[in-house]
Every structure is written in structure tokens, then in C-alpha cells.
């Protein structure tokens, strides 16, 4: 018998998702639908009389070309990082009158199985992404009423009422948002165990995703239109300009509707498939490229309002009362601009599966807790909100001093 060998398929470069599980999923189905393609390719051809022997066969792992009767063929493990130990062992089948061959040797000893051969490992990594949801709900649930907390502040006090405040309001809704995304993206995606969230293809999910990435966008838009407001105060001399609100609101939520507008265009039009999660398309570059644009123009306004603010502190003739504002003016923005920036930049110039595990910490568990951090800056820690907590709150005092002293005296009286 004659043996014919097969090099291994090689992965496709759009296989790597999200997730490395997924990432084996999608392989082997793309593999799956180029053998039958091929198969029905084949069964439209006539065969040629006399002709005997095995037709191409998918068994799941590999597909076996055409073979006559009475010869073997083998073919290599399949090439797949992390999944097999000996890529490069071989797998035989025999095309006999009774058909094809069982493999031999069978895949998990010629190839090692390493997803198959350590259930502690599987264990061990399942408890690591519990852990991690538990931190990141955690992180997200603590943020969004912080958040809410301070919109509430900043809406009740009339005096506080400004544009420099209303753009902390958007801000501060914008993670809101952001953190419900990302409940509804868990809850669409890994409510039911059952469901194999690799190949889901739903509207609902990709409504979920859709939605996911234009709070993200959204997120770093509100950043830059903070940083915008901070060099127009800047430049303006502290005068309020109310005609901006509207261009501000443009930037922060406009931009990034028509960002995801053309995404989920595109990707309904060439790359419609699965549930949009998958950061290995290039179409991907259409959510990513806005959004480092916006951390550049904020790093380069990061720059400048360092050097304004550089330039106006060592003015002999400015107050020292006029110092301390801008200094109060410019901590909380500047501190926010290279603290979101940075890690998304870094993460963005390395490839998906480098660094995983640190990335998913970094945007989950670290990321969750932005939302708090931001509330604590603009609000909590903000000497005029809490200059008039204390005020409303020694007026409320007052008042029910008063309402107590008119209750006794009217008990003596009567």
C-alpha cells in the first residue's frame, strides 16, 4: 500500500477571537466548512467508470481528501497553539472495500490532547474567570452608584449648576452606561452554560456588543471633550461660554454613534458573522482607530495645558487665590488623561493573545473601578461641592432647630 502525507492545515488568521477556547472552536469549524464545500464540490463531479475507493471524509478533526481503494494516507495533528503537544505526529487511515479505515493511531495519542489530558487545569482557570467576575461586579456596581450619587449631587444644588458641571454629568453617564453594557453583555452571553457563546449569531447579541462598544467609545469621547473644556477655560480665562455645550455634546455622544453606525454597516455587509466580539477582524480598526485618536488628541492637550498652566503659575501678577483655582481646575483632568490612556495603548500595540491574562485584568478588574475613581475626583474630593454639602446642610440644620423651637412654644403657650 502506497501512503500519501498531508502537511497540517494551518490555522486561518481570522480564528483568533476573543477567548482561546473560542479561538479552537472557530478553527475547526472553518476547517469543517472548506471539507464539505469540498465534498459537494466532488459529488457534482462524475466519477470515471471502473473507478473504485474513499470519498473526502471530515471526521471531525481532519478532513481526508478522496483516496482509491487499497492506499493509505496520513495527515499531521492539526496546528493549533495550546491545544496539542506534538503538532508534528502523524495519524494513518487505510481506504478499504468496507471504507475508510479507523485513524491509528487515535488523535489523543498521537497528538496529545492538552485541553483533554489535565481537568485540574480546566478547574483552576474556570474558578480564575468566577473570581474575576465577582471582582469586576463588584468594581462596576460600586462605580455606577458612586456615579449616580454624584449626578444627584450635582443636580439638586442650584449653585452648582455650570457647563463645567453639566460635561461631569455626561461624563459620569457615560460610565454609567458602560457599566450596564457590560452586565448586558454577561447576561447575553454567559447566562445559560449551555449556549455555545463561540458560534452564537443573534440579534440580541449582537445588539449587546453594538452597545457595548458605543458606551466604550463614548466613554473616551466624554475624556476628550473634559480635556477640550480644560484648555478652552484655559484659554478663555475662566470665561464661561455656554455656546460650546452643544459642540461638547456633538463630540461626546455624536462621534461615536456615527463610529458604530459604520461598524455595525460594515460588519453586517462583509464580516457578519458570530456575535461580533471578536477583535481579529480588521473591521475592528473602525472601533479602534477613533478611539486611540481620541487618547492622542488628549495626550497632546494633556501637554499643552501642562505648559499653559506652567506658564500662569509663575505670573508675578497672578493672585495666589487665582492659583489655587487653577491648580484645583486642572489636578482631576490632568490625572485622568495619561490614567485611561496608557493601558489601552499599550495593550493596543501587542497582538490579542499577548498578555492575556494581564489585559483582562487591567480593563475588568482595574477598569470597573474608573467610574469611582472619577466620581471621587469631580465630586466627593471637589472643595465647591463639598463647601455647599456643608452649607445646605447647616441651613437644613437650622431649619429644624427652628421647626423644634416653634413646636415647644407653641406646647407653653397653649
Same mark, same amino acid.
Given at each position: 500500500n502506497s501512503v500519501i502525507l498531508l502537511p497540517a492545515l494551518s490555522p486561518s488568521p481570522k480564528v483568533q477571537g476573543t477567548h482561546p477556547d473560542c479561538s479552537v472552536v472557530l478553527h475547526f469549524q472553518e476547517r469543517e466548512v472548506e471539507c464539505l464545500e469540498r465534498i459537494h464540490s466532488e459529488s457534482q463531479t462524475l466519477a470515471l467508470p471502473g473507478q473504485e475507493g474513499c470519498p473526502t471524509e471530515w471526521d471531525g478533526v481532519s478532513c481526508w481528501p478522496a483516496l482509491p481503494l487499497g492506499q493509505s494516507r496520513a495527515v499531521a495533528c492539526p496546528d493549533i497553539l495550546n491545544v496539542f503537544k506534538k503538532p508534528k505526529g502523524l495519524i494513518q487511515r487505510n481506504c478499504t472495500k468496507w471504507g475508510w479505515s479507523l485513524p491509528s493511531?487515535?488523535?489523543?495519542?498521537?497528538?496529545?490532547?492538552?485541553?483533554?489530558?489535565?481537568?485540574?487545569?480546566?478547574?483552576?482557570?474556570?474558578r480564575h474567570f468566577v473570581t474575576m467576575k465577582v471582582l469586576y461586579t463588584c468594581g462596576y456596581s460600586t462605580s455606577m452608584a458612586a456615579l449616580l450619587v454624584a449626578i444627584g449631587i450635582f443636580s439638586c444644588f442650584r449653585k452648582l449648576h455650570c457647563t463645567r458641571n453639566s460635561i461631569h454629568i455626561h461624563f459620569f453617564t457615560s460610565f454609567i452606561l458602560r457599566g450596564t453594557a457590560v452586565f448586558i453583555k454577561d447576561s447575553v452571553l454567559f447566562s445559560d452554560e449551555s449556549i455555545d457563546h463561540c458560534t452564537m449569531s443573534t440579534v440580541t447579541c449582537k445588539a449587546a456588543i453594538t452597545f457595548f462598544q458605543y458606551s466604550v467609545l463614548a466613554n473616551f469621547y466624554w475624556l476628550l471633550v473634559e480635556g477640550l473644556y480644560l484648555q478652552t477655560l484655559l484659554l478663555l480665562t475662566f470665561t464661561c461660554d455656554r455656546s460650546y455645550t452643544w459642540g461638547y455634546i456633538l463630540i461626546g455622544w455624536g462621534v461615536p454613534m456615527v463610529t458604530v453606525g459604520v461598524w455595525v454597516l460594515t460588519r453586517l455587509q462583509y464580516d457578519n458573522h458570530g456575535c461580533w466580539d471578536d477583535y481579529s477582524s480588521l473591521y475592528w480598526w473602525v472601533i479602534k482607530a477613533p478611539i486611540l485618536l481620541a487618547i492622542f488628541v488628549n495626550f497632546l492637550i494633556f501637554l499643552n495645558v501642562t505648559r499653559m498652566l506652567a506658564q500662569k503659575i509663575r505670573c508675578p501678577d497672578l493672585s495666589k487665590t487665582h492659583k489655587q483655582q487653577y491648580m484645583r481646575l486642572t489636578k482631576s483632568t490632568l490625572l485622568l488623561i495619561p490614567l485611561f490612556g496608557v493601558h489601552y495603548v499599550v495593550f493596543a500595540l501587542f497582538p490579542k493573545h499577548v498578555g492575556v491574562d494581564a489585559r483582562l485584568y487591567f480593563e475588568l478588574v482595574?477598569?470597573?473601578?474608573?467610574?469611582?475613581?472619577?466620581?471621587?475626583?469631580?465630586?466627593?474630593?471637589? #472643595?465647591?461641592? =463639598?463647601?455647599?454639602?456643608?452649607? /445646605?446642610? #447647616?441651613?437644613? =440644620?437650622?431649619?429644624?432647630?427652628? /421647626?423644634?423651637?416653634?413646636?415647644?412654644?407653641?406646647?407653653?403657650?397653649?
Open positions: 493511531p487515535p488523535y489523543h495519542s498521537a497528538c496529545q490532547l492538552d485541553t483533554l489530558s489535565s481537568s485540574n487545569d480546566t478547574e483552576a482557570k474556570a482595574l477598569g470597573s473601578y474608573q467610574g469611582f475613581l472619577v466620581a471621587l475626583l469631580y465630586c466627593f474630593l471637589n #472643595g465647591e461641592v =463639598q463647601a455647599e454639602i456643608r452649607r /445646605n446642610w #447647616g441651613k437644613w =440644620q437650622r431649619s429644624m432647630e427652628s /421647626n423644634v423651637f416653634n413646636l415647644v412654644t407653641q406646647d407653653f403657650t397653649a
